[in-house]
């Protein structure tokens, strides 16, 4: 059975940084494209970054280029969310997702999703 879990979620003041760290199990996910999600309540799901396999290229949304950075760990099956500068508008429930195929920003492009990781930002 295929999991992706979600970790490193929590309460942080405006300005800090925070990691999010996304592993799975149950299958390899070496040439998977990597993204993160998020969704604030009583807002639709909005896609944050994917990474390809290798060469790893990046897509980024607007909202956060150049606070938010994507990783991944082929060796560890894992993607990480490295999240600076927080400010409140980014408090929402996290998710890490994961398809063979590159599909942007589509939510329904994605087969594999995490349960969420909550990240709160007090200002």
């Known amino acids: 059975q295929v999991q992706l879990v979600e970790s490193g979620g929590g309460l942080v003041q405006a300005g800090d940084s925070l990691r999010l760290y996304c592993e799975a199990s149950?299958?390899?996910?070496?040439?998977?494209?990597w993204a993160w999600f998020r969704q604030a309540p009583g807002k639709e799901r909005e896609f944050l970054v994917s990474i390809s396999g290798n060469p790893g290229k990046t897509y980024y949304a607007d909202s956060v280029k150049g606070r938010f950075a994507i990783s991944r760990d082929d060796a560890k099956n894992s993607a990480y969310l490295q999240m600076n500068r927080l400010i409140p508008e980014d408090t929402a429930v996290y998710y890490c997702a994961a398809d063979r195929f590159f599909a942007g920003s589509r939510v329904t492009g994605y087969d594999y999703w995490g349960q969420g990781t909550q990240v709160t930002v007090s200002s």
């Open positions: 149950g299958r390899t996910f070496g040439t998977y494209v």
